[in-house]
């Protein structure tokens, strides 16, 4: 398994910006896809973005399309979530997640990814 860390959350204005990133160790990120899951208190882990091994597919959860954009360097064992025009709404804590069972896409199943990161906090003040 691989040893995920995430960073970069924490408090801003609705309609501000933040980047998360997620460093992995080992010398086999790039046989991961990558996804960020998020939790609210009370509600269910919610699928946010997912990104392939090779970064050429690239999925959204639809709360987040056209505003969050995920990517991942794997020259950096890095992946990372842009986030921007966040709405109260996005606040959770945000994880980063890898599997290496899905060669050419990425799921958006919790139950898909065997590595998880520890969460960082992003909460957006109205």
């Known amino acids: 398994q691989v040893q995920l860390v995430e960073s970069g959350g924490g408090l801003v204005q609705a309609g501000g910006s933040l980047r998360l990133s997620c460093a992995a160790s080992g010398r086999t990120f790039s046989s991961y896809a990558m996804a960020w899951f998020r939790q609210a208190p009370g509600k269910e882990r919610e699928f946010v973005a997912a990104i392939a091994r090779n970064g050429a597919n690239i999925y959204y959860g639809d709360s987040v399309k056209g505003r969050f954009s995920i990517s991942r360097d794997n020259a950096k064992n890095t992946v990372y979530l842009q986030m921007n025009s966040l709405k109260p709404e996005d606040t959770a804590v945000y994880y980063c997640?890898?599997?290496?069972?899905?060669?050419?896409?990425?799921?958006?199943?919790?139950?898909?990814?065997?590595?998880w990161g520890q969460g960082t906090q992003v909460t957006v003040s109205s």
């Open positions: 997640a890898a599997d290496r069972e899905y060669a050419l896409g990425a799921s958006r199943q919790p139950s898909a990814y065997e590595s």
